[in-house]
């Protein structure tokens, strides 16, 4: 299938663009590059442009041949969304809307959406499944939210059919270590890690000594960014085979401490990593793991690398050999 993915020079998605390719299909890619970079693009083709050019994108749907689209172009930092939400609504809820019309009006009626376990706030218990009450506290999870709610009304009025992927915490790099996680600003708890083992960052803080866990630091769900990949390749193969919508947490289905993610990659490394411990971060939940059952009964989701020390392993390949990042677009 020729599949659109939106934000595919990104981290996750340059994954997604590269395993798709893979599996025989063939990727076009936009992207405005603010947060992307033309180096993780391995597969596919780069069309630089904004989401928000309704003319721009359908000509690239039509020309392209487009069968589906995969959306994962977004503004996704929460402390950002909270100081600048109309950033967040501008983007995520109304390029996603134009992203969408421009779909109807050429007539591309196949979604695969990138969500987030920001939908559902402060979680009232774990795992979390899908059915869980949705509470967004900051406009990020709100603006994720808003969009799913508009893709359900999007399906019953139009029949455009959609699958949305709610991810817990991305992880690790491609097994080749031809791409891998680089942000800037770097705001990811095993990408920090690595960098203060390369010696990139003096120490790591360590935010909240003292959350109702057995170590006292903050449990989370990570998922190797191959297996959240793959669930994308399965999603489209799921709507391309007549699938109805439907919307599935990714995650790994058990969590990890902040010291047990720290003690882990001092094994991987071999490196002494100097914690410093500060304190909590507003609105950090103590645990946040995710329930992915009906995504491996439905879907036949079976993820390939859950250990945490492969995905810090696979990880810290693309980090050693890529201390700087990505060069410059």
């Given at each position: 299938m020729n599949i659109l993915v939106t934000g595919g020079a990104g981290y996750i998605g340059s994954q997604v663009a590269l395993d798709l390719a893979r599996n025989g299909h063939h990727p076009v890619i936009i992207d405005n590059l603010s947060k992307g970079h033309r180096a993780a693009v391995k597969a596919g083709r780069l069309i630089e442009g904004e989401l928000g050019d309704l003319e721009f994108v359908k000509n690239i749907?039509?020309?392209?041949?487009?069968?589906?689209?995969?959306?994962?172009?977004?503004?996704?930092?929460?402390?950002?969304?909270?100081?600048?939400?109309a950033k967040y609504f501008r983007n995520n809820i109304g390029n996603g809307i134009k992203l969408l019309d421009a779909m109807i009006d050429?007539?591309?009626?196949?979604?695969?959406?990138?969500?987030?376990?920001?939908?559902?706030?402060?979680?009232?218990?774990?795992?979390i499944?899908?059915?869980?009450p949705k509470k967004p506290t900051n406009p990020y999870g709100f603006s994720k939210l808003t969009l799913e709610g508009i893709l359900d009304a999007y399906d019953r009025a139009y029949g455009l059919r959609y699958i949305s992927l709610r991810y817990f915490n991305a992880a690790g790099a491609d097994p080749s270590g031809e791409i891998g996680e680089d942000h800037q600003p770097e705001s990811h708890l095993i990408p920090i890690v690595l960098q203060t083992a390369l010696g990139l960052r003096e120490n790591i803080h360590l935010f909240g000594t003292d959350y109702p866990t057995p170590d006292g630091t903050c449990i989370r769900d990570y998922i190797h960014v191959a297996d959240l990949s793959q669930a994308h390749l399965l999603a489209l193969q799921a709507l391309a085979s007549g699938a109805s919508s439907n919307i599935y947490n990714l995650g790994n289905g058990r969590g990890y401490s902040n010291l047990e993610v720290i003690e882990a990659?001092?094994?991987?490394?071999?490196?002494?990593i100097k914690v410093v411990n500060a304190a909590r971060r507003h609105g950090d939940p103590a645990i946040l793991v995710a329930s992915s059952e009906r995504i491996k009964r439905e879907l036949r989701w079976n993820p390939q690398y859950p250990e945490l020390k492969t995905i810090i392993s696979t990880a810290w390949n693309w980090h050693r050999n890529h201390p700087q990042g990505y060069q410059p677009n």
């Open positions: 749907l039509t020309t392209e041949k487009i069968e589906a689209v995969i959306h994962l172009a977004a503004d996704s930092l929460v402390g950002e969304s909270v100081q600048n939400p050429c007539d591309v009626k196949l979604f695969v959406l990138s969500s987030t376990a920001a939908v559902y706030g402060e979680p009232e218990r774990t795992p499944t899908e059915d869980h990659a001092r094994q991987v490394t071999g490196k002494s």
